[in-house]
């Protein structure tokens, strides 16, 4: 998706091409921000100060901005291809602010430009962590969240209590994530593939493998122990806003 000398990449390809990609998994991605974008409207207003945690290209900053303008957003991130789209993308927008951290660095708070935010929103992302360091970032998320505010995680997760749920759900959305494939859909591996072979991509693209090699996920508890644990780190209270039949939107105010 780089054009002419390879200067000048279309960042917005990138994007609409990450976007097929993780639709390819979450065929109701858009839902999921939607809802989202609701409940920051519903519980911080129209125009929020986001922290759009683990933000990979800024694909909840971008939704965020469409609907709210007067935002602004702070993406955290470590992987250096996705942040690369990201800072493509959002160049010039001052609304928008990038930080390299690694979540499981105990002061990357620290490297934000803010102390605290209005919202605190992440999308697909946190479920790389086990439950240990995920509890931990919610206990720094807290922190960051002001009194009043939000806490937003859409993922997948598992209850361990409906097996037979469980298993024939996963087998539907596997069949039809085959058919996708078979009609041309990109994974996530032939993904990277692709930006592998971007000259402006290439280079970020080798970093990335290098600090994350081919990670694998985290123990995705149960939406349950994601309100219990979010609770106990020092939110008020905190549920479920929105479900699929395999991720879960979890809400938290402070």
């Not at 390299?100 to 697909?124: G, I, N, S």
Request: proline letters at 6%; a negative charge; one cysteine or more.
């Amino acid at each position: 998706m780089t054009t002419g000398t390879g200067t000048h990449t279309d960042w917005q390809a990138w994007q609409e091409s990450w976007d097929r990609q993780q639709e390819w998994y979450m065929p109701d991605r858009e839902e999921r921000f939607r809802i989202m974008l609701d409940m920051v409207e519903a519980l911080v207003g129209p125009r929020p100060r986001v922290l759009d945690l683990a933000c990979g290209t800024g694909s909840i900053t971008a939704r965020l901005l469409a609907r709210f303008p007067e935002a602004t957003s702070t993406g955290v991130d470590l992987d250096p291809a996705l942040l690369a789209i990201a800072e493509g993308t959002f160049a010039g927008d001052d609304r928008v602010t990038f930080v390299t951290a690694d979540l499981k660095d105990p002061h990357w708070p620290a490297k934000l430009p803010f102390d605290t935010y209005d919202a605190v929103l992440t999308a697909t992302a946190l479920h790389w962590l086990h439950s240990e360091p995920l509890a931990a970032l919610y206990g720094q998320v807290a922190e960051l969240v002001r009194d009043g505010g939000v806490f937003m995680n859409a993922d997948h997760m598992i209850d361990e209590t409906t097996p037979r749920i469980n298993a024939a759900e996963r087998a539907q959305r596997h069949a039809r994530m085959d058919q996708a494939k078979a009609d041309g859909a990109l994974d996530w591996a032939e993904w990277w593939e692709v930006a592998a072979q971007d000259p402006v991509l290439a280079g970020p693209t080798a970093r990335r493998f290098e600090i994350y090699g081919e990670h694998a996920d985290g123990d995705m508890p149960s939406a349950a122990w994601h309100a219990r644990v979010l609770r106990e780190q020092g939110f008020g209270e905190a549920r479920p806003v929105w479900a699929s039949p395999s991720d879960t939107l979890l809400l938290a105010v402070k």
